[in-house]
């Protein structure tokens, strides 16, 4: 006595159309799935690798020298 074979022997007799229409609709969902990953969207953040790589060091950061800001006083409110 086989737990497995008899299960095998029950799905592929009494349950055949059960079993393929669930098979169907498993593969209705990975297509659907892959479809899904594989869109292109008009507003996608991406960005293009080849893109980054063809900036340049002068173009990355510019560092602007400013005077240094007084603070504001801390005066109670209302006056």
Same mark, same amino acid.
């Given at each position: ?27 209705? %969902? @990975?297509?659907? $799935?892959?479809?899904?990953?594989? =869109? #292109?969207?008009?507003?996608?953040? %991406? @960005?293009?690798? $080849?893109?980054?790589?063809?900036? =340049? #060091? ?22």
């Amino acid at each position: 006595y086989n737990n497995t074979a008899e299960l095998g022997k029950v799905l592929y007799t009494d349950y055949v159309y059960p079993f393929e229409i669930a098979a169907v609709v498993l593969v209705l %969902a @990975i297509v659907a $799935a892959i479809a899904l990953t594989l =869109r #292109r969207r008009p507003n996608n953040k %991406a @960005i293009d690798p $080849a893109q980054q790589i063809r900036v =340049r #060091r002068e173009d990355r950061v510019r560092l602007v020298k400013m005077e240094a800001e007084k603070k504001a006083e801390n005066r109670p409110a209302g006056e």
